[in-house]
């Protein structure tokens, strides 16, 4: 048995009794020390925290440290600082900007066909019951089984082997993982999730079949980390106002693998559509100016996401102000029409802003409207009409703007046509404020 696993052992049987106006006597040993700051810590964080501190060395405080990130994820933030510069330290950090280790599970994503055509909602599931053949690899902890701390060990182990593609030892390193006092389904699963990232972050597309069965072993976080996935290739989009190279080229193969992946299963083309919505997010938040280079680049199948990313970054860039909803047409046909040409242009990691899902679950009206998935974070209305689906785009953005371009929606509510007139009267329903919309991509 390592020496982490004896103490915390040890730490399981020490019984450690509240604290009352007597003075506890002093502890002699580590394990009756460390019991002593867990219990604090489950009844007053800023004491534990103070016991913790005051652990005579950093073995007691890393050990003390990596056991309650174990059983209480959601406060760990105030403990990475207590930690030295390492391993654990990286993963205390990490886990605290994982808000899905104390969450509950997700409602079940709504699957099934449309009247009227396109996806009943925009987050990402299989159609069919798959199961990764990674669940069947068995715990093999490898030189981690003798290491100080073996759970921060094959956490890391696993992202390396990823990065490196080799995703069944990965995930052999993960199923190796046992915990004291936490959920140990969830911090496997936390694991295959954190190998999938360093899957794809290395491999790029080549990886993602490697990276997609890892995350269908993810457990409950299988959704989120899928996401994570189409969001890490999506994010490396060349900005939209320059001309095509590798980059654009990379993103082509990305949505060719993930086609691939899924080509079996119903919810292929929602996949892909995810990602094309997402990459063309990315790539016009990265444009310092809106232009039609895009649409030579990309499939046709694909042009109403250049619409929705377009008329986003349009309305960001110029404001709503008080122009009508013919001037901001003629305004985003003009510049879709123009093109910047020129070498592509490779711009750094850019925020993607919050655009939320203001489509929720379909009712009676919404049956006759076909629905594509919105910038990889919600769903709106689409139609075959160019001219339709720029307005739509429009509506969108200007929904969306702080305040709200309501003029504009109940401008739109007038226009004869009938998924554009949709569009209008749904949003000015919603009226969600700019603070109730869901900051970031996807989960």
Avoid at 61 to 81: F, I, T
Avoid at 207 to 217: D, H, I, N, Q, V
Avoid at 378 to 391: E, F, H, K
Avoid at 414 to 422: E, F, G, N, Q
Wanted: proline letters at 7%; glycine letters at 10%.
């Amino acid at each position: 048995m390592s020496p982490f696993a004896l103490l915390f052992f040890l730490l399981g049987g020490c019984s450690v009794s509240p604290p009352s106006d007597v003075s506890p006597p002093s502890c002699a040993d580590a394990a009756c020390r460390q019991a002593r700051a867990l219990a604090a810590w489950a009844q007053e964080p800023a004491e534990g925290i103070r016991l913790i501190e005051a652990l005579p060395d950093g073995v007691e405080r890393s050990a003390a440290v990596a056991r309650l990130m174990e059983s209480d994820p959601a406060g760990v933030s105030e403990l990475c600082d207590l930690l030295p510069q390492g391993k654990l330290r990286v993963r205390c950090q990490r886990t605290a900007d994982r808000p899905h280790l104390w969450e509950g599970p997700t409602d079940p994503v709504p699957t099934g066909v449309r009247a009227a055509g396109g996806p009943r909602s925009h987050r990402l599931a299989s159609v069919q019951t798959r199961t990764s053949v990674l669940l069947s690899v068995s715990g093999d902890l490898g030189l981690c089984i003798s290491a100080p701390d073996p759970h921060t060990c094959a956490w890391a182990r696993a992202m390396e082997l990823g990065a490196k593609g080799q995703v069944r030892e990965a995930a052999a390193r993960c199923a190796g993982i046992k915990v004291e006092g936490g959920d140990v389904d969830a911090w496997q699963s936390e694991c295959r999730f954190s190998a999938a990232e360093a899957t794809i972050r290395a491999q790029g597309a080549a990886g993602y079949a490697g990276a997609a069965e890892l995350c269908l072993s993810a457990g409950r976080f299988q959704e989120r980390c899928l996401i994570h996935l189409s969001r890490d290739l999506a994010a490396r989009a060349p900005a939209a106002d320059g001309g095509s190279g590798p980059a654009l080229e990379a993103m082509v193969e990305a949505a060719e693998a993930i086609g691939r992946f899924w080509a079996d299963d119903a919810a292929a083309p929602k996949f892909v559509d995810h990602f094309w919505s997402l990459a063309l997010g990315y790539a016009f938040q990265k444009a310092q100016t809106v232009t039609g280079d895009m649409l030579d680049s990309v499939p046709a199948s694909v042009r109403p996401h250049v619409h929705a990313a377009a008329a986003w970054r349009l309305v960001a860039l110029e404001g709503l102000g008080t122009h009508n909803l013919p001037y901001w047409l003629r305004a985003l046909d003009v510049a879709l029409a123009s093109r910047a040409g020129g070498p592509e242009r490779l711009v750094d990691a850019v925020h993607m802003p919050g655009v939320g899902n203001l489509w929720g679950v379909d009712v009676a009206a919404d049956r006759e409207v076909r629905a594509i998935i919105y910038m990889g974070m919600g769903r709106r209305g689409t139609s075959v009409s160019t001219a339709s689906d720029r307005l739509i785009c429009l509506l969108e953005a200007a929904a969306r703007q702080d305040p709200p371009g309501m003029a504009l929606l109940a401008e739109a509510a007038a226009i004869p046509d009938p998924a554009v007139r949709w569009t209008a009267n749904r949003l000015l329903r919603v009226r969600l404020k700019p603070k109730d919309i869901k900051k970031g991509p996807g989960l």
